[in-house]
T-cell receptor, first 111, second 116 residues
Framework: QKEVEQNSGPLSVPEGAIASLNCTYSDRGSQSFFWYRQYSGKSPELIMFIYSNGDKEDGRFTAQLNKASQYVSLLIRDSQPSDSATYLCAVNNFGNEKLTFGTGTRLTIIP | GAVVSQHPSRVICKSGTSVKIECRSLDFQATTMFWYRQFPKQSLMLMATSNEGSKATYEQGVEKDKFLINHASLTLSTLTVTSAHPEDSSFYIC????????????FGPGTRLTVL
C-alpha cells in the first residue's frame, strides 16, 4: 500500500464547476497536509496546507481534512482553464522533516 | 509565500562533465533544503535532504559520490552532478523548509539538465 494515494486521473471538469481532488494516507501519525499545483514543465507551487480536522478556505480553494478517515481533499470552486494542472498531495509525519508525496492527479478544466 | 530561486534554469552539457546547480532561499533562512528529481510524466523523487553545516542525507539508491550536495549557509545549497551521463538528464528541483511544525516546503523553479 502506498503511503499517500491519489487518483491519477485525468479528471475533467467543466469550466465554472467544482473540481474535487482526493487523497488518502496510511500513517495515522501524519500531522500536516499540503496541496501543491504543478503545471507541465514547471516546479510545484504551494496552494495551501491544513493540519486541523475540518475545512480551510483560501479564495476559490478549500482543503478538507478528516484524520479519522485518513483523507484530505481539495475543492476548487468556479474552475477556470488556468486551473488545469497536476495536483500533488503531500503529507508530513511527526518528527520527520520530509514530505511524502502522492503521484498527483491531473486535472483538466474544459472551457 | 517564501521565495526560492534556482540557477541555472536550463543546462546542456557533454557526457562526462560536472554540473553545479544552486538553490537559494531569498527571503528566509532555511536550515533544511531538499533536492528532488523528476523524469517526464513521473512523480517527484526525493534525492537527498540537505542540512546547513552538516552532511546531506541521501535517499536509498542515490549515489552520494555522484550527486554532491553542499549546504554551506542558511540560504544556499548546491547540487553537483559529477561525470554526468545521458541517463542523468532530468528536471532537478530544490525546496526549502520554512521553520515551524507544519514543515512547509517551498520549491524553486527547477533546473532542466540535458546531458548529450
Amino acid at each position: 500500500q502506498k503511503e499517500v494515494e491519489q487518483n491519477s486521473g485525468p479528471l475533467s471538469v467543466p469550466e465554472g464547476a467544482i473540481a474535487s481532488l482526493n487523497c488518502t494516507y496510511s500513517d495515522r501519525g501524519s500531522q500536516s497536509f499540503f496541496w501543491y499545483r504543478q503545471y507541465s514543465g514547471k516546479s510545484p507551487e504551494l496552494i495551501m496546507f491544513i493540519y486541523s480536522n475540518g475545512d480551510k478556505e483560501d479564495g476559490r480553494f478549500t482543503a478538507q481534512l478528516n484524520k479519522a478517515s485518513q483523507y484530505v481533499s481539495l475543492l476548487i470552486r468556479d474552475s477556470q482553464p488556468s486551473d488545469s494542472a497536476t495536483y500533488l498531495c503531500a503529507v508530513n509525519n511527526f518528527g520527520n522533516e520530509k514530505l511524502t508525496f502522492g503521484t498527483g492527479t491531473r486535472l483538466t478544466i474544459i472551457p | 509565500g517564501a521565495v526560492v530561486s534556482q540557477h541555472p534554469s536550463r543546462v546542456i552539457c557533454k557526457s562526462g562533465t560536472s554540473v553545479k546547480i544552486e538553490c537559494r532561499s531569498l527571503d528566509f533562512q532555511a536550515t533544511t533544503m531538499f533536492w528532488y528529481r523528476q523524469f517526464p510524466k513521473q512523480s517527484l523523487m526525493l534525492m537527498a535532504t540537505s542540512n546547513e553545516g552538516s552532511k546531506a542525507t541521501y535517499e536509498q539508491g542515490v549515489e552520494k559520490d555522484k550527486f554532491l550536495i553542499n549546504h554551506a549557509s542558511l540560504t544556499l545549497s548546491t547540487l553537483t552532478v559529477t561525470s554526468a551521463h545521458p541517463e542523468d538528464s532530468s528536471f532537478y528541483i530544490c525546496s526549502a523548509r520554512v521553520a515551524g511544525f507544519e514543515n512547509t516546503q517551498y520549491f524553486g523553479p527547477g533546473t532542466r539538465l540535458t546531458v548529450l
